[in-house]
C-alpha cells in the first residue's frame, strides 16, 4: 500500500488542526515581528524576463468569466506572452501597494491568508510564438518570468500526470506550488490546509481569466509528486507543488522526452532570520503524494452519496437576469478587489445571493471532478440579512437550484462566534460555509482526497469572492471553529468536515488592514 491509501495520516492532520474556542485560547503562538517573512520567492542569480504589463483592460463580463464556461478543451489556442502575462497578473500580480508604518504591503489579485502570500507560479511550456521553451517562475515583485530551465520539459508532466488529455494538448502549463514557511509564520500547522485556499482563490481567478481569453484550462490536481517538485527544483523539505494548470490546446504534440532533470540548488533570497519547520506540513504533503503508476487510477470520476428529499421549506434561487447584471468587466474587478474589513448591516437581496450561488457552484474542470459538474462540497449559510429570505440556517440544494431552510432565526452572534469570534461574519449579510463528506472522498481518492476537498472549496470560494464583487458587494474569506460549525448544521450536516467559510455582504466604510 502506498501512504495515500493509509488514510490515517489525513484525519491525524486534520483533526490536529482543527481550531476550537480552546485551542485558540491556549495557544501560545505570538507572532514574531523581527522574522516576518518574505512575501516573494526571489531567485538571485537569476535574469528577469520582464513580462509586458500594458494592454486594453481584459473586458469580459465578470459573470461569464467566472462561469468559465467560453473555452472548449479543444480549440487550437496556443497562448503567447501578452496573454501569459494578462493570465499571470489576473491570478497573482500585485494590484495595490498600501504603505504602513511598519513598511509597504503589496496586496494581490487574489485574496490570501493573512497577506502572506506564499503560493507561487511557475510555467512549463513548449516553444511559443515570442517564448522559447523552457520553465519559467513567475515574480510578481518585479512583474517577470525567469527562466529556470531551457527545453521543452513538457513530457515530465504529461508523463506525471499519466497523459491527462487536457495536460497531453497544452502547450503551456501553470504550476502552483507553497513555501510553507511563508504562511506557517503565522498559521503554524494549520498552514497546509490554507495551501489549498490560497491557491484555490488564485485558480478561481485564473480561471475565470482563462475563460476571458478563451483559454481552454483544467484543475489537475493528479500528478506524480516526485518528479513534478524535481522539474521546478523545489526544497520539498518546505515547498510542494500543489496543482497543474493546462493552458490552451493544441494539436501539435509535445516531444516524447524531455530533456534531463539536473538538480539545480538555485539560490533564493532568504525569506526571514529563521524558519519553523512544521512536521505535520510535511508528514501530510508525503502521506497524500502519489506516483505516476497511481494516477490514471486516481483521477476520474466521484460518486456522492445520493441526496435526502429536502425536509424543510424550499426557496427556489431567482437569480438576476442578464439586463439586471452591473457592468464590468473581469480585470476591472480584479484589479478593484479587496476583502471586507467591515460589513455594513445591510441587507442584500435574495437575487444578489441567487446570482453568488449559481455562479460559484457551475462546476470547475478538474481531474478529480469527472463528469463535469460533479462536486465534493455542499453549501450550507447562515443567513442574517437577505431580502425576502427568513434569517437562519439553509442548506443550498444544488440539484433543485434552492436553498432549504434548516433553522430560522437571527443568529448573528453565532455566526460571529463560529468564524473564530469576529465581527466580519457577524455583521456580514450571509456566510457561505463549504463543507464535505470525508470519508467516501477518502475511499476514494485516499489521502489526496484531502487536497482536492480543500481545493474545490477554495475555488468555489474564490468564485463567491468574485461573483460578490462584480455585484458591488463586499466578502471575506474567514477561518472558523471546525467541529462547532458542523454541530451547529447538524443534524443535517453531521459527518461533515468545515474546508472553507466565505462571507459576503455590504460594504462599510472602508477600513484598511489585515487582520484575523
Ligand atoms: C481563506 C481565507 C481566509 C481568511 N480569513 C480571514 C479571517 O479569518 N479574518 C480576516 O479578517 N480576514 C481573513 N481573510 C482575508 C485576508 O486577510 C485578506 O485576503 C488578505 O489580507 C489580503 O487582502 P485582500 O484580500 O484585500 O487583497 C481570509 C482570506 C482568505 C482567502
Redesign the pocket.
Known amino acids: 500500500m502506498t501512504p495515500n491509501w493509509d488514510v490515517t495520516a489525513t484525519w491525524t492532520y486534520h483533526d490536529a488542526t482543527k481550531h476550537s474556542w480552546e485551542s485558540v485560547r491556549t495557544n501560545p503562538h505570538g507572532l514574531d515581528w523581527e522574522n516576518y517573512p518574505l512575501a516573494f520567492k526571489i531567485y538571485s542569480t537569476l535574469e528577469p524576463l520582464p513580462l509586458p504589463h500594458e494592454w486594453p483592460p481584459v473586458s469580459l463580463e465578470t459573470f461569464s468569466a467566472i462561469a468559465g464556461t467560453s473555452a472548449d478543451q479543444n480549440d487550437e489556442r496556443i497562448p503567447d506572452l501578452l496573454t501569459l502575462a494578462k493570465l499571470l497578473f489576473l491570478s497573482a500580480g500585485i494590484t ?1 501597494r498600501r504603505t504602513y508604518s511598519g513598511g509597504e504591503m503589496y ?2 489579485a487574489a ?5 502572506l502570500y506564499h503560493i507561487d507560479l511557475y510555467l512549463v511550456c513548449g516553444e511559443l510564438s515570442d517564448l522559447p521553451a523552457g520553465v519559467y517562475h513567475f515574480g510578481p515583485h518585479d512583474f517577470a518570468l525567469r527562466c529556470l530551465r531551457l527545453g521543452d520539459y513538457r513530457p515530465v508532466l504529461i508523463q506525471a500526470s499519466s497523459e491527462e488529455p487536457a495536460v497531453a494538448r497544452a502547450p503551456a502549463l501553470l504550476v502552483c506550488t507553497s513555501t510553507y514557511w511563508r504562511n506557517a509564520w503565522k498559521y503554524q500547522a494549520r498552514t497546509y490546509r ?1 495551501c489549498f ?2 491557491a484555490g ?1 488564485v485558480l478561481a481567478n485564473m480561471l475565470a481569466a482563462g475563460a476571458a481569453l478563451k483559454l481552454p484550462m483544467r484543475i489537475v490536481a493528479g500528478f506524480a509528486d516526485g518528479v513534478v517538485n524535481q522539474l521546478l527544483d523545489l526544497d520539498t523539505d518546505r515547498e510542494g507543488a500543489l496543482a497543474l494548470v493546462p493552458v490552451g490546446s493544441s494539436a501539435r504534440s509535445a516531444p516524447d522526452t524531455a530533456p534531463a532533470i539536473e538538480p539545480l540548488h538555485l539560490p533564493t533570497v532568504p525569506l526571514s532570520q529563521t524558519e519553523v519547520d512544521y512536521p505535520a506540513i510535511r508528514a501530510m504533503h508525503t502521506a497524500s503524494t502519489v506516483t505516476a503508476d497511481e494516477v490514471l487510477s486516481w483521477r476520474g470520476t466521484f460518486s456522492a452519496r445520493p441526496v435526502s428529499p429536502p425536509t424543510g421549506q424550499l426557496f427556489p434561487l431567482v437569480p438576476l437576469g442578464v439586463q439586471e447584471l452591473p457592468e464590468g468587466g473581469l480585470e476591472h474587478v480584479i484589479r478593484h ?3 471586507s ?1 467591515a460589513f455594513a448591516l445591510e441587507t442584500i437581496t435574495f437575487a444578489q445571493l441567487s446570482t453568488i450561488l449559481l455562479q460559484a457552484t457551475g462546476g470547475v474542470s478538474a481531474d478529480f471532478l469527472e463528469p463535469v459538474g460533479t462536486t465534493l462540497t455542499s453549501l450550507y449559510l447562515i443567513v442574517n440579512a437577505v431580502d425576502e429570505l427568513p434569517a437562519g440556517t439553509y442548506v443550498f440544494r444544488r440539484e433543485r437550484k434552492a436553498l432549504e431552510l434548516l433553522q430560522e432565526g437571527h443568529l448573528r452572534r453565532e455566526a460571529g462566534y463560529l ?2 469570534g ?1 465581527e ?1 461574519p457577524a455583521d456580514a449579510s450571509v456566510n457561505i460555509y463549504c463543507l464535505v463528506e470525508l470519508p467516501p472522498i477518502l475511499e476514494r481518492f485516499g489521502n489526496r482526497g484531502y487536497r482536492a476537498a480543500q481545493l474545490e472549496a ?1 475555488i468555489i ?1 474564490g468564485k463567491v469572492y468574485l461573483a460578490a464583487y462584480s455585484l458591488r458587494l463586499a466578502a ?4 472558523f471553529f471546525d467541529d462547532e460549525v458542523t454541530q451547529f448544521f447538524s443534524p443535517h450536516a453531521a459527518g461533515r468536515s468545515v474546508m ?2 466565505t462571507a459576503v455582504g455590504k460594504p462599510a466604510k472602508r477600513r484598511v488592514g ?3
Do not use: P, V
Open positions: 495595490k496586496f494581490r485574496a490570501c491568508t493573512g497577506a490554507h485556499w490560497d482563490t478587489r479587496g476583502s474589513r468564524g473564530l469576529q466580519l477554495a470560494g471575506t474569506g474567514l477561518t472553507f467559510l489585515i487582520s484575523q
